[in-house]
């Protein structure tokens, strides 16, 4: 996938001046050895922190090497001084981890106190106002922190990609729709950055596209990958020209931003002065890293950024939809196991979804815009979506949103998606997750998310809670088990 962030980690280990420095050296090239088997993919800093002159050498090093994601490895105790100036000077996403002692044989010479030494560091990391990560068990012989390495550069992965992003907007909200509307100065604390523009504007610049020699090429690729479910071939030089405007606009607006997403409002005008739903377009990119949330939804570009950033996988925005009918759920219970119906809903929208996570994808036209825009008539303008059900597995949903008094707040939950036939239009699957029920009315309701919410097509909610703590997100909710109430809830 293009448009995120490529990881290079580097490991460094810092030593307190009263202990042998020895430890930490040898530690960590314990680490490195066991980095090796499984591979995880980490540069050694051979510079030691011991001072604040060490502290330079190992940021030049790192430079050097290419490092973009560093972790602080306390072989021992470690000057927290000096080992929280490197995490502040360094300036990607940083994590700390500390080493378990090796053995009952050799705790006099051989104690290093790593595990003390890490609370010094964490009151630190507070003085100076940084958040790093640290594990949820950050102490961890060589293997168990090559481990901790492996997880955290998906966290990195997600951390750098927010922090160079910028989301482009064509388009305002309908007043009658106004759900996902939300301050963005929440989006600027993140170092997110936001470039609003009109309908018009996006008008314009597909209006500038004509005669691109692209247009041709995408609308061969979208042929190629629609295959038997391209069932109106007439329609897609349109698409093209709409995904080839998006594509050169991208390039050419990043300016001092690395990554791009989009937020587009799509309907009810959009059908009318483009002849076609948007839909496989926005999926298209979507399978590329470059997620378009539907309807002008800011935060749900931003959601599915950090998704596509989790996982290396296609994100995509679906809504909160539908219940399951009690009729279904019982002609399914082979499939449905030991889910209550309330763990049950069905996510869906128009056809935004990437070809790749459909069942037998094919293009069609979209039902709710044909009946507001072309009731009587054979469908045209709103021909373009791409409907299917969503394939089986695994899954997380996840949303990142601001309060309407600008505080930043997100939930996570694992679950999957069920082989189950969803019986409806769209792209469109039955959905799993334990206690949703509980979950929908004290995190969902409570807390006034909106309807849509992004979907990973792996689970990554540990990844997706760990970078949002490092985001600075202190509002965090997940599904919590039964026996464990929301402080909302009715115990009785």
Do not use: H, W
């Given at each position: 996938m293009q448009n995120i962030p490529e990881i290079k980690l580097g490991i460094v280990a810092v030593s307190r001046d009263c202990f042998p420095i020895e430890l930490s050296q040898t530690r960590r090239r314990r680490v490195m050895e066991a980095c090796r088997e499984p591979t995880v993919p980490v540069v050694e800093i051979e510079t030691v922190i011991e001072n604040e002159d060490d502290v330079l050498k190992a940021l030049d090093e790192a430079g050097r090497k290419g490092i973009n994601a560093l972790a602080i490895y306390l072989g021992n105790f470690g000057p927290e001084g000096p080992t929280t100036l490197l995490a502040e000077k360094f300036g990607g996403p940083v994590m700390l981890v500390a080493a378990a002692e090796d053995s009952g044989h050799d705790l006099r010479n051989g104690r290093g106190d790593a595990y003390c030494g890490l609370l010094s560091a964490s009151y630190n990391l507070g003085l100076r106002r940084l958040r790093a990560h640290i594990p949820e068990y950050p102490v961890g012989d060589a293997s168990e922190v090559a481990r901790m390495?492996?997880?955290?550069?998906?966290?990195?992965r997600v951390v750098a990609g927010v922090r160079n992003l910028k989301i482009i907007c064509f388009g305002p909200r309908p007043f009658d729709f106004l759900t996902c509307h939300a301050p963005i100065q929440p989006l600027f604390d993140l170092g997110v950055e936001v470039m609003e523009n009109s309908e018009l504007d996006l008008y314009d610049i597909v209006q500038a596209e004509k005669g691109s020699?692209?247009?041709?090429?995408?609308?061969?690729?979208?042929?190629?990958?629609?295959?038997?479910?391209?069932?109106?071939p007439e329609v897609l030089e349109k698409m093209a020209h709409l995904e080839s405007a998006l594509n050169r606009f991208m390039q050419e607006k990043a300016g001092a931003s690395k990554y791009i997403a989009f937020a587009n409002k799509c309907w009810p005008a959009f059908e009318k002065y483009f002849g076609h739903v948007p839909c496989y377009v926005n999926g298209r990119l979507a399978a590329r890293g470059i997620p378009v949330a539907c309807e002008a939804d800011i935060y749900g570009a931003l959601s599915e950024y950090m998704v596509a950033c989790a996982t290396r996988l296609p994100p995509t925005l679906l809504d909160i939809n539908n219940s399951v009918p009690k009729d279904m759920y019982a002609a399914c219970s082979d499939m449905v196991g030991d889910y209550a119906l309330s763990d049950l809903w069905m996510g869906f929208h128009c056809g935004n979804t990437s070809a790749q996570c459909l069942v037998e994808p094919v293009l069609r036209y979209q039902l709710i815009m044909h009946r507001l825009l072309e009731a009587d008539q054979a469908p045209n303008i709103t021909r373009g979506t791409l409907e299917g059900q969503i394939k089986p597995g695994p899954i997380s949903i996840f949303r990142i949103q601001s309060t309407s008094d600008a505080r930043i707040q997100s939930y996570v939950a694992n679950g999957e998606v069920l082989d189950v036939d969803p019986r409806s239009f769209g792209s469109i699957g039955v959905f799993a997750i334990r206690e949703m029920g509980r979950f929908y009315r004290h995190v969902l309701i409570e807390k006034r998310f909106p309807h849509h919410t992004a979907v990973a097509f792996?689970?990554?909610?540990?990844?997706?809670?760990?970078?949002?703590?490092?985001?600075?997100?202190?509002?965090?909710?997940?599904?919590?088990?039964?026996?464990?109430?929301?402080?909302?809830e009715n115990p009785f």
């Open positions: 390495l492996a997880e955290f550069i998906p966290i990195a020699p692209d247009i041709k090429r995408i609308s061969d690729e979208m042929s190629a990958e629609l295959g038997q479910g391209n069932t109106y792996r689970p990554a909610a540990g990844t997706l809670f760990a970078a949002c703590r490092m985001l600075g997100v202190d509002d965090l909710f997940f599904n919590r088990p039964r026996g464990l109430y929301y402080p909302t």
